[in-house]
């Protein structure tokens, strides 16, 4: 979700990727590098929320962004 800085959502979209790795031991750990495009938005001070979601179990885990666009 891209949110304005005091937290109105602005835009969003839910379940827009799947990321499956398969292994034979059991995964610690998980890197993604996740690249966003703002084309159109006005200056301002922003919040770009991402949330996985665990497909093993029903485990999630979101994390906050702030970002700025320049004038």
Same mark, same amino acid.
């Given at each position: 979700?891209?949110? &304005?800085? =005091? !937290?109105?959502?602005?835009?969003?979209?839910?379940?827009?990727? +799947?990321?499956?790795?398969?292994?034979?031991? $059991?995964?610690?750990?998980?890197?993604?590098?996740?690249?966003? &495009?703002? =084309? !159109?938005?006005?200056?301002?001070?922003?919040?770009?929320?991402? +949330?996985?979601?665990?497909?093993?179990?029903? $485990?999630?885990?979101?994390?906050?962004?702030?970002?700025?666009?320049?004038?």
């Amino acid at each position: 979700m891209v949110k &304005s800085a =005091d !937290g109105k959502i602005l835009a969003g979209q839910e379940n827009f990727a +799947k990321f499956v790795k398969t292994s034979r031991a $059991k995964i610690q750990e998980f890197m993604l590098t996740l690249t966003l &495009s703002v =084309d !159109g938005a006005p200056p301002g001070k922003y919040v770009l929320e991402y +949330k996985l979601h665990d497909i093993g179990s029903d $485990k999630t885990s979101t994390f906050e962004q702030p970002f700025i666009i320049a004038g």
